[in-house]
């Protein structure tokens, strides 16, 4: 609590029952109360922000989609090598995806979901985010001529 909040409780000067020391109890309890409170209300607030509990799954699934389109692609072009690479980063991307959904739904290894979610939210901010931003900044404009265009 601020020293506004606390004002009431420290410089009264009705007596109170129990004296100076209960009413010092009394807002050192209230004041982690609070606290709980409050942490349990940003937890269940930001469980029910969308964007952000299906971050995790999307980039996921992202990833999973483009190392499934190069695996496709240098094995058509007889590089069974390279394929194989992106076919291990496919089968991880999945197994992460696996393991996240488990942990997010039953509660429990808690501690690997959210080292899953921390190592998807470094991908993101590192990789993913300026990949798809210089996509949208270069196809947006492309997009917009062409539909502009009137074909008589």
């Not at 799954?57 to 690479?85: K, R, T, W």
Request: hydrophobic content about 45%; charged content about 20%.
């Amino acid at each position: 609590m601020d020293g506004a909040n606390q004002r009431p409780f420290v410089t009264s000067r009705l007596l109170k029952d129990g004296g100076s020391e209960l009413s010092m109890q009394f807002l050192e309890k209230l004041d982690d109360d609070i606290s709980v409170a409050f942490e349990s209300f940003v937890r269940v607030n930001n469980s029910k922000n969308l964007f952000k509990s299906m971050r995790t799954p999307a980039v996921l699934v992202c990833l999973m989609v483009a190392n499934y389109f190069f695996q496709e692609i240098f094995q058509l072009f007889g590089l069974d090598y390279i394929a194989s690479f992106f076919s291990l980063i496919l089968v991880l991307a999945i197994f992460l995806l696996s393991s996240w959904s488990y942990a997010r739904y039953s509660g429990k290894m808690r501690d690997f979901g959210q080292k899953i979610d921390q190592g998807v939210e470094w991908s993101w901010e590192n990789l993913w985010k300026h990949i798809f931003t210089n996509s949208v900044q270069h196809v947006g404009p492309a997009a917009a001529a062409i539909a502009n265009k009137k074909y008589f």
